[in-house]
């Protein structure tokens, strides 16, 4: 694996890469309160099966894309960041994986850019027309959906969330992933404007505009104990997408499905893209990395 720097309009991201130069390419998104380490089993399984993988620590995770207002971490702009480091990368067509926001991200670009988009994966988050027709809905996600209110509307958030060296971010990952892992990540947002960048991907506002059913090959991949997203949205997503759609519920597993059942993702995951391999047998641009300094 090796870190490199992706120069783009919206700034400067941090990413890792790995694999071969020539292989399928394949983008990872995080979310929140995570980094690309989130991905490390998956970058090394997928590289062992010759994919070109890239995980880049998103905008406000990454420094040199931090931008201060909310606003400027709108939907859409995030969307824009997946081009935008796409297409340094000389990658015309990619395979797009996302968890969490990532996830979230993930149907965002999928539906905006099909003819990109060879292949999604979306880890724990539903689609977004399924998670609003369940929010209407059902008691239950109402219940669950709360924390995104108080995150959202409450100025302190970040200040509570580190206090007592980081008691309440730490406790977001409920001791389900290894613990150097979370210390990594309470370390990484406790940075000077880390937190509250991250925190601006919740305030940031409603959508500019509405979200479509999704045409490209699509596996959804869901967890009973997922404390974010319950059934009702999970089942809901299928009802969102028109293209080949494999759902896949993992039980017993909480939200931090990479790093709890890596195995079982990564399994999952080459699945889904040797299935549709005939969509990533086109001849590729060079990938030109730029490793960090």
Request: hydrophobic content about 40%.
């Amino acid at each position: 694996m090796t870190e490199v720097s992706i120069s783009t309009v919206a700034g400067v991201f941090d990413a890792i890469v790995a694999g071969p130069p020539e292989g399928r390419r394949v983008l990872l998104l995080h979310g929140f309160p995570q980094t690309r380490l989130v991905w490390q089993r998956q970058i090394a399984a997928l590289a062992a099966q010759g994919y070109r993988v890239v995980a880049p620590d998103q905008r406000g995770y990454s420094p040199g894309a931090r931008p201060q207002r909310p606003e400027d971490y709108r939907i859409g702009l995030l969307v824009d960041d997946v081009v935008a480091i796409t297409e340094e990368l000389g990658w015309a067509a990619f395979d797009l994986v996302g968890h969490d926001w990532g996830g979230a991200v993930a149907w965002w670009t999928a539906d905006a850019h099909p003819g990109r988009v060879r292949t999604l994966t979306v880890v724990s988050t539903p689609h977004p027309g399924a998670l609003a027709t369940a929010l209407r809905t059902d008691e239950d996600q109402r219940k669950r959906s709360l924390y995104m209110i108080d995150w959202r509307e409450t100025p302190a958030t970040e200040e509570r969330m580190l206090a007592h060296d980081a008691q309440e971010l730490r406790a977001l990952y409920a001791g389900k992933i290894p613990q150097d892992r979370a210390e990594a990540y309470v370390r990484h947002l406790s940075r000077p404007g880390a937190l509250t960048a991250a925190l601006n991907w919740y305030r940031a506002g409603r959508p500019d505009g509405s979200i479509g059913t999704i045409a490209v090959p699509t596996l959804y991949i869901w967890s009973t104990q997922d404390s974010a997203f319950g059934a009702a949205a999970a089942h809901e997503t299928g009802r969102w997408v028109n293209g080949p759609y494999r759902f896949e519920t993992l039980q017993g597993v909480s939200h931090w499905v990479p790093e709890e059942a890596p195995e079982t993702l990564n399994r999952l995951l080459l699945e889904h893209l040797r299935t549709h391999g005939e969509h990533g047998t086109a001849t590729h641009t060079p990938l030109v990395d730029s490793p960090k300094r």
